[in-house]
C-alpha cells in the first residue's frame, strides 16, 4: 500500500452506531495514515479506571448506555488535541456523537476540511459483534469471541493483560445506546453531507477488506 502525506492536517471521523468496528478500523487506519487515533470511549474508560474527574462524571451515564453531557466530553477531547501529536492530523472514534458536538468540533478546528467515513452494518450484526466483544484490561485492545479470538483464551494477544467484557455490552444497556445513535448521532449523516467529504463504506466484510475500501476512499480527497 502507498504511503500517505498530505500538505493540510488529515481530519479523519468514524461514524457509525454502537459496535459498527469504528474502534477496530481506527487502529488499522492509524498504522497505515501514521496520526493518532483518539477515541472518546476509550478516554473515558481509562479516566474511570484511575477515578479522575472525567471518569466520575461519565461513569452513570456511561453504565446506563447515555450520551455524556457535551461540555464534559468537549473539555476532555479539546485537551487531547491540543496535544503536539494531533499537528499532522488525527482520527477521531466516538465524536461527534450530536450536532452541537458536530459545531463545537467545526469551531475549535477553524473550519478545516473534514473526512468522514460513514460504516454501515445492519442491526443484527451490531448486536453480535457487541456482545461478543473482549477488551483488555491493560492496552484497550479489542477482540471478539467467534470473529477476532484471541490465541489464548481470556489473555491479550499484545500485551497478556486480562479480557474483559465492557459493562455496557451487556443487552439492555446495548438497546439504549443503538437507541441514542438512532436519535442524537443518526442525523450527523445529513449534516456531513454537506459540510466534509462524505463516504459510507460497507462495514459487514472482514476488516481488512474494509481498510482497504477506507484507504481507496482517503486516497481520492488529494485530488479534490
Ligand atoms: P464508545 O466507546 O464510543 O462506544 P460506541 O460508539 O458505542 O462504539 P463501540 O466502542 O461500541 O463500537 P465500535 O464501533 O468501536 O466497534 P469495535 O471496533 O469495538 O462510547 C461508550 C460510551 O461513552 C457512550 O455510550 C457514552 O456514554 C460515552 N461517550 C463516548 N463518546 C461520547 C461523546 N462524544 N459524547 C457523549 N458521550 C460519549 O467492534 C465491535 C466488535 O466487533 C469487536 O469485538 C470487534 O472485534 C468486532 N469487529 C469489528 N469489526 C469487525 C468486522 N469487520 N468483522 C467482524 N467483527 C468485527
Redesign the pocket.
Known amino acids: 500500500m502507498a504511503n500517505f502525506s498530505y500538505s493540510k492536517p488529515l481530519i479523519i471521523i ?1 461514524l ?11 487502529v488499522a487506519l492509524e498504522k497505515k495514515l501514521n496520526i493518532p487515533h483518539i ?4 478516554l ?2 481509562e479516566n474511570l479506571k484511575n477515578k479522575t474527574f472525567f471518569g466520575e462524571k ?1 461513569k452513570n ?2 453504565e446506563k ?6 461540555e464534559l ?1 468537549e473539555e476532555m ?1 479539546y485537551k487531547r488535541l491540543k496535544k503536539e501529536d494531533c499537528n499532522k492530523g488525527f482520527i477521531l ?6 450536532i452541537p ?1 458536530a459545531q463545537y468540533f467545526a469551531k475549535i478546528i477553524k473550519n478545516k476540511k473534514i473526512t468522514v467515513i460513514n ?1 454501515e452494518v445492519k442491526k443484527n450484526i451490531l448486536i453480535e ?2 456482545t ?3 477488551v483488555c484490561k491493560k492496552c484497550q485492545a ?3 469471541k467467534t ?2 479470538p484471541p490465541k489464548k483464551e481470556g489473555i491479550c494477544d499484545l500485551c497478556q493483560g486480562e479480557l474483559y467484557q ?1 459493562n ?2 451487556k443487552v439492555e444497556v446495548v438497546n439504549k ?1 443503538l437507541l ?2 438512532e436519535n442524537k448521532t443518526k442525523p450527523l449523516i445529513e449534516f456531513y453531507k454537506k459540510n466534509s467529504n462524505f463516504y459510507s463504506v460497507d ?5 481488512e477488506k ?1 481498510l482497504k475500501d477506507i484507504l481507496s476512499k482517503i486516497k481520492q480527497i488529494e485530488f479534490k
Open positions: 468514524l457509525g452506531p454502537p459496535g459498527v468496528g469504528k474502534g477496530t478500523i481506527a477515541s472518546t470511549g476509550d473515558f474508560r461519565a451515564y456511561m448506555g447515555l450520551l455524556v453531557p457535551d466530553v477531547l472514534d466516538g465524536f461527534p456523537r450530536n458536538q460504516l459483534r457487541i461478543g466483544r473482549l479489542t477482540f471478539h470473529f477476532y465492557r455496557d455490552d445506546r441514542e445513535y462495514g459487514s466484510f472482514d476488516k474494509i
